[in-house]
């Protein structure tokens, strides 16, 4: 039987390079920085037109799909995943990283269907890393098969995690804490590249083995939960239970036992959802 939405994610590989050369390009020039909903939420002109780019040609092709759109949420649009087709895009996700030209700066666009993931591109363009993961067909770098490390030993582990200044105190001192009990396990060390689609993929190929976050989005995670899934890792809630992708929280991991450690160690933070709040 054919594939239904191979050509989607065809076309999704296009024009995902294409966001890419934009933002490449846009990093030889001046970027001037605005700010949406604190001193340190930045966005930029590319975000946006990165955005209006990748909508616009996938919505010409697919006029019936859905979309939440980072950029689009932020200017008013709705949030709410439904059954349809729907296409989740990230235009910038590291958008601190393109204003600093640090260089971990990704496109990520997760495709669902009846609210299920079917697959994910994350292009991370500095690096030129096309992560692409089809439900069901494994996960690829540039075309070849990746795999997570396997590691089950947290002491062994690298792990991941973003930590952003919050204005609520007791969500700061949390983190903060959070980040202490998983260094005094203890691992090797603790890493933040900044682009979570980027953290998702660098679990995926095993050069890291775990990423956890509270208070990203859907659009940070839906493309790289793809790939890591395919990649053979493991996702779910930071409270242990089922991955949400609209509960703006996650655990990824090479291994259950890693995953299910870190639920352990982690202290839990209302961050709200994406479709309520
Ligand atoms: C951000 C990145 C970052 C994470 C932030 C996200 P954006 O995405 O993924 O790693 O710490 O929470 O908002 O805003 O650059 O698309």
Not at 43 to 67: A, C, G, M, N, W
Not at 192 to 202: D, F, T, Y
Request: charged fraction near 25%; aromatic fraction near 8%; hydrophobic fraction near 40%.
């Amino acid at each position: 039987m054919s594939d239904p939405w191979q050509e989607c994610m065809d076309y999704c590989i296009e024009v995902t390079k294409r966001a890419g050369k934009m933002i490449c390009e846009a990093l030889q020039k001046d970027i001037a920085v605005m700010h949406k909903s604190s001193a340190v939420d930045l966005v930029t002109e590319t975000d946006q037109k990165v955005e209006q780019l990748i909508i616009s040609s996938i919505r010409e092709k697919y006029p019936t799909h859905s979309f939440i759109g980072e950029e689009s949420v932020a200017a008013g649009a709705p949030s709410a995943l439904s059954d349809s087709p729907t296409w989740i895009i990230d235009p910038i996700d590291g958008t601190t990283n393109f204003v600093h030209r640090f260089p971990f700066v990704s496109v990520s666009i997760g495709f669902t269907v009846k609210k299920e993931i079917e697959f994910g591109i994350v292009y991370s363009c500095i690096e030129d890393k096309m992560y692409t993961a089809r439900k069901g067909k494994g996960a690829f770098c540039n075309g070849a098969p990746i795999k997570v490390s396997g590691q089950e030993d947290i002491s062994k582990s690298l792990v991941l995690t973003e930590m952003g200044f919050k204005k609520d105190v007791e969500q700061f001192q949390t983190m903060m804490a959070n980040i202490r009990n998983i260094l005094s396990i203890p691992v090797h060390g603790i890493r933040s590249p900044g682009s979570a689609a980027v953290n998702m993929c660098l679990v995926a190929c095993g050069s890291a083995d775990a990423y956890y976050h509270m208070g990203i989005h859907c659009w940070d995670m839906a493309g790289g939960a793809a790939v890591v899934r395919e990649a053979g890792g493991v996702i779910m809630d930071i409270s242990g239970g089922p991955f949400d992708l609209m509960s703006r929280r996650l655990i990824v991991a090479s291994s259950r036992m890693i995953a299910e450690r870190i639920a352990k160690e982690i202290t839990e933070f209302h961050v709200g959802r994406d479709d309520t709040d």
